[in-house]
């Protein structure tokens, strides 16, 4: 069974800084998927970065960037000069290509963009 | 287009009481996921449909159940509710039924059960 980590519940900043978001999973799978989702408050959520397992190029998007460590199982988000607007529910979710399809989260992380 | 939509937003029930909650994905749409959202246990993949079909399921127990309509629309149904039944509901949907795709998540049903 795959498992998703995310080991920080909170993390604050400050306006314009640079904050790094933790993800590790488990799987012994060799082809997957994984994402960062985004829930800000009362809002639904998006898909804020994808990034294919069998791509060594961390994806990026605009502000957002991860670092993939596959051999590691890590998945970091990167958030650069992080804006009011970033302030939401982090999850950090992974899905196979074979076997059961089925998306699973890490727990969460929630991130405070103070002004 | 119009986003993935759900109702009831807000839906009170007490335990033992049947519940079935419906899910509007964006058109053209064919793949429906439902999830189950708590604080304890976090986000919790219900099950998934694609062409009126339920392609995956996660482990949740029979009185969870859904269905697909031949227009995408889905229903998820909650019988014999429990008090920890009480989450919010999300559904989302792709486009091509590839669940590894991005997933448009509908704004979910808040479900209280006393």
């Known amino acids: 069974a795959q498992t998703v980590t995310q080991s920080q519940p909170e993390m604050s900043v400050q306006e314009a800084e640079t904050v790094t978001l933790s993800c590790t999973y488990d799987?012994?799978?060799?082809?997957?998927?994984l994402f960062w989702y985004k829930q800000p408050p009362s809002r639904q959520m998006i898909l804020v970065i994808r990034?294919?397992?069998?791509?060594?190029q961390n994806a990026t998007e605009n502000r957002f960037s991860v670092n993939f460590q596959k051999a590691a199982k890590s998945f970091s988000l990167k958030i650069s000069d992080s804006q009011l607007g970033d302030t939401a529910m982090y999850f950090c979710a992974f899905i196979a290509i074979q076997g059961a399809q089925k998306l699973v989260f890490g727990q969460g992380t929630r991130l405070t963009i103070n002004p | 287009k119009a986003g993935v939509t759900q109702t009831p937003r807000y839906l009170i029930k007490t335990r033992g009481q049947q519940v079935t909650l419906s899910c509007s994905p964006i058109?053209?749409?064919?793949?429906v996921s439902w999830y189950q959202q708590t604080p304890g246990q976090g986000l919790q993949f219900l099950f998934e449909?694609?062409?009126?079909?339920?392609?995956n399921k996660g482990n949740f127990p029979g009185r969870f159940s859904g269905r697909q309509f031949s227009n995408s629309r889905s229903e998820m149904n909650v019988s014999t509710l429990e008090l920890g039944d009480s989450a919010l509901y999300l559904c989302a949907s792709t486009p091509d039924g590839q669940i590894y795709n991005e997933q448009f998540f509908g704004p979910g049903t808040r479900l209280t059960v006393l």
């Open positions: 058109s053209g749409h064919r793949s």
């Open positions: 449909y694609f062409s009126e079909t339920q392609r």
């Open positions: 799987t012994s799978e060799n082809n997957y998927y």
């Open positions: 990034q294919e397992a069998y791509k060594q």
